[in-house]
């Protein structure tokens, strides 16, 4: 029996996330934002060319390119402060490997089963997420997807991830969540939020939307990660509430611990199989 894991994030009070960037304090990132530019920019661009001469119609794109180089000079400056890396990046090699009740973990990759889940919309109109219907199925998937993160605990829930992608040209999204177990799952099914989505959903028939999901239930021992110098994302985000049971204290434990050790070098290893991917017990 060799060492247990060690972990690469430290226990937190609030389930990990990801840093704000430092132009984010000044309200840039919301400034620079596509749809933003778009409206304030098309809407400048009018008034401008309407009531002034026509040498002033560049004074939007000059803005906003002053406005993204001032964010950029600002987050270049806050990345540069605490060391080579830019923010949130956990340096080297990790695995994601779930703790113990108690915040510690095991020596041997894979010990818990892990159910993955994949739900989603897609969006096949020319207006995508903007045609009918679009705002408020979009509405009702951001309140369920919030209300899983806020009791993720209760829900059994280790990790959401929200992704986009276009399908043939149709505008989708996709939220991937990683359960404790299957049971966890089908309670968040049968929940009224999750319930109430899909009533509406069926009772408006839009052709023009979709929605979907994937279920897949992964055994102990049938899955393994690895992440070198990324930010914590899909499985390397998933946290678990502990307790320890000397003091009573409770803290979130993220997932990641370090690859750097024989039981996780390999894909084989972190499966908890041999050379020859012969299952180890």
Known sequence: MGKEFRPMLAPTERPWTYTRPASAKLGLDKVAKLPVLLVVGSVAQCVLSLTLPPRWAVVPLFSYLAISAVAFLVNSSAASKPGPLPRDVVPGRAAAQLPRADGSFHATPAEDQVVVFHIGAQFNHPLGRLCPGGKETGERFDRMVADLRRRRDELGVLSVS????????????????????????????????????????????????????????????????????????????????????????????????????????????????????????
Request: include cysteine.
């Open 162 to 281: 929200d992704w986009q992608s276009t399908t043939g040209g149709s505008f989708a999204t996709n939220t991937i969540i990683y359960f404790k177990n299957i049971e966890s799952l089908h309670d968040f099914a049968h929940e009224p939020m999750h319930r109430e989505a899909w009533d509406w959903f069926s009772a408006k028939r839009f052709p023009h939307l979709g929605v979907y999901h994937e279920t897949f239930l992964v055994p102990r021992k049938n899955y393994e990660c690895v992440y070198l110098n990324c930010k914590p994302l899909l499985m390397g985000t998933a946290a678990s509430l502990t307790k320890n049971e000397a003091t009573g204290e409770e803290k979130w434990v993220n997932s990641l611990v370090s690859a750097d050790t024989p039981a996780l070098k390999t894909q084989y290893a972190r499966l908890g199989r041999d050379r020859n991917g012969v299952l180890l017990e």
